[in-house]
């Protein structure tokens, strides 16, 4: 398609736009009197307005029924978790059994290392990427010295080449190759929190099984922004949070995938608690662990309804929509992003760099942009006039125009508003 960087044709695209008027189911922070262009969905997604009801029902339910909650809330409490399995698994594409909701993502992919890193003789190394979300690198430290190793001897980090700003699948292969026998565990961000490239998740899960290593994806980028095929690609286990692409809300729950392969394995180690234990039997009290079926073995405590509630009430909406119609516009949301960003260029004395792939199959939602001669007074400028992005060292602004609530108009705006904040300043 032949885009224009113009007020009229985004107003065009927007209304070809099959998704505008979920716009309207989401409360945007104002600026002016008018709604931010909101490009941090990729930090903490907007809030779905039937949050606050989902909220509200179980503050109700609480109010008027307090412990009988557990079994007789309009959703009742004991199964709560159970409500997402269903929807989530579209989302990420496994089974039902194969998905849980539960704590958040650091916690569980800690846990989920419980039963897939397991190191032993001379196979101990985990391979992750260079500069993964630091979260991840403290995880992987940390795990790594609880078994009695040292970080720099069992962790294999990935790397691009110089000069590259992504990293080649075919680097990746022949490094899971290298490593072989002594790898335990292949564990990386599926979208790269820094790009948003996106990794072929399919040949690098096939590669770490050809080694004999359990392969783990955090999906904390990739849940709800591009498609998944965890089943299919026979991934072991992977998790991630649900606050970003999925709008539940600051800090919220995390969900979970254990390939099915694994579910009634009893000797695969696991970190058990009461909310595992088969349902029916659970407030029987008995002292004898007895696991639910599929992934929900791996709950440990109470789900935090409250939390969950905005969660539930965005999953709804990704269930209405379903992420092949979110996909399609979001693809052509980047590309018209993609578009302003280069026209912008053309008219401005500095450069822009888009960092993340061009090729839609190696993006999602965002595009990382170095920005060539400027610093963080375009980022405070942008900011300043309704623009919210993220400013990441040296000089990069990460921009997610998340498709379930952001406009091509506002592609548009962000356009102008960044060109007159070079040209302020020059
Ligand atoms: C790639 C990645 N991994 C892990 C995390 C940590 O998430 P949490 O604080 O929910 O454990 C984040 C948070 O932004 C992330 O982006």
Not at 278 to 305: D, H, T, Y
Request: proline share 4%; charged share 25%; net charge negative.
């Amino acid at each position: 398609m032949n885009f224009k960087n113009t007020l009229e044709f985004a107003r065009q695209l927007d209304a070809q736009d099959q998704l505008a008027n979920y716009r309207h189911q989401f409360n945007f922070p104002q600026h002016n009197g008018e709604n931010v262009i909101y490009f941090t969905g990729n930090s903490l997604g907007l809030q779905p307005k039937s949050a606050k009801k989902y909220v509200d029902e179980i503050m109700t339910d609480w109010a008027n029924l307090a412990v009988e909650g557990h079994f007789y809330a309009e959703k009742p409490w004991w199964d709560y978790h159970d409500r997402f399995s269903e929807k989530l698994a579209k989302v990420v594409g496994a089974k039902p059994a194969e998905v849980t909701v539960m704590n958040t993502l650091t916690v569980n992919l800690h846990l989920l290392m419980v039963s897939f890193y397991r190191p032993a003789g001379k196979r101990f190394k985990i391979i992750c990427e260079e500069k993964a979300f630091p979260s991840d690198q403290y995880m992987i430290s940390s795990q790594v010295r609880f078994h009695g190793y040292e970080p720099k001897n069992a962790i294999v980090e990935l790397k691009k080449r110089k000069g590259e700003n992504n990293f080649r699948t075919e680097d990746i292969l022949a490094k899971i190759g290298e490593v072989g026998e002594e790898c335990a565990l292949v564990l990386i961000g599926g979208v790269n929190y820094y790009t948003g490239q996106v990794l072929e998740m399919e040949k690098i899960t096939k590669a770490g099984h050809e080694i004999g290593a359990f392969v783990g994806w955090d999906l904390a980028h990739a849940a709800g922004n591009i498609e998944l095929k965890l089943h299919e690609w026979q991934v072991d286990f992977a998790a991630w949070c649900s606050y970003k692409y999925m709008n539940s809300g600051p800090g919220n729950a995390s969900g979970c995938y254990i390939n099915e392969k694994y579910h009634n394995k009893k000797e695969l180690p696991r970190f058990e608690g009461w909310w595992g234990h088969k349902k029916e039997k659970r407030f029987l009290m008995e002292p004898e662990f007895e696991p639910e079926a599929g992934a929900n073995a791996w709950q440990i405590s109470n789900a935090p309804v409250l939390a969950m509630a905005p969660y539930l009430a965005s999953l709804q909406m990704f269930h209405e929509v379903g992420m092949p119609a979110l996909i399609e516009k979001r693809n052509r949301i980047v590309a018209y992003l993609e578009f302003v960003l280069q026209e912008i260029d053309k008219e401005v004395d500095s450069t822009f760099e888009i960092i993340t792939p061009a090729n839609q199959e190696e993006r999602g939602t965002q595009l990382s942009v170095l920005l060539h001669g400027e610093g963080k007074l375009l980022f405070d400028y942008l900011m300043k006039h309704g623009v919210i992005t993220d400013w990441r060292e040296p000089n990069v602004i990460r921009l997610a125009p998340a498709p379930f609530y952001c406009s091509f108009e506002d592609m548009y705006k962000f356009g102008q508003i960044l060109k007159q904040g070079i040209q302020k300043k020059s």
